[in-house]
């Protein structure tokens, strides 16, 4: 008998085919994050159950753009760039399960297939996106990271523009904001095969670095402008109070969660 391998499909003889390799992941990257206010009722429709809104703030929501570098243990792929690089662009909020705070991706668009494979294992909803961002740069015209540095940023999917931003950096900061500061609550969910027969995944799961380093933090002011589009909702989450922005430059291992709850996210 044929013994197929691989962490993800394709599963193969060898494995080499399969569109994730197996964890520990591990990131590098670089950060715009956006923080503002949105009404929290915009929020909470964003939360299955038993999830709830975050006890203060409950309406702030951080819109972060990420142009990454991601490799397996071995590193490998960061000498095969078009394995390792991607960006993303994804919107996070804040929710409580049993009494302690976590944050959530509710949105998240990234421009390669491994990378959308990989969200889907770890609960993040990612969709395919075109995301740009401005990249600092010592010499030439770039902007250096300082005090005055401009960076834009845009975000779009199916042929529209969804997000765009300016980002001006104005002093050094201890944190790069607070709505992306907590572990992860997040939902695996796949269909049955069988009509009518519900999901055949449901598990909520927490999910947090291994390990994380990071440059200095610097905080800014923010031009932010969000876009209705036919098939996708970020625009709901309207901006209605600009809290702050930031830059970081960021490294991550990512190598697994844990199971909270299954069978309880009421999902259709």
Known sequence: MTTVRGFL?????????????????????????????????????LLPEPLELADEDPGAVALIWADWQSCSASGEELLDPVLSQYKEAFAVVRC????????????????????????LHQGYPKKLGS????RPHPYGPAPRI??????????????????????????????????????MAHHRWLPSIEKGKGLALDELIESGAASFEAGPAWRGDAELELFEAPTEELARLE???????????????????RLLESGTSGAE
């Open 131 to 134: 995301i740009h961002q401005t």
């Open 96 to 119: 409580t399960y049993r009494g302690q705070t976590y944050s959530r991706c509710v949105y998240i668009w990234v421009d390669k297939d491994f990378a959308i494979a990989r969200g």
């Open 146 to 183: 300082e005090a005055g540095a401009r960076f834009g940023a845009t975000l779009a999917a199916a042929d529209r523009r969804l997000a765009q931003t300016v980002v001006t950096l104005r002093e050094p900061s201890e944190t790069n904001g607070f709505v992306n500061a907590h572990p």
């Open 9 to 45: 499909f394709p599963k193969t003889a060898s494995g080499a085919s399969s569109l994730i390799p197996s964890p520990p992941y591990r990131y590098s990257g670089d950060l715009l994050t956006v923080e503002y206010r949105t009404d929290p009722a915009r929020v909470r429709e």
């Open 239 to 257: 901006i209605r109070e600009p809290i702050a922005a930031y830059y970081r430059q960021v490294g991550v291992v990512w190598d697994g969660g």
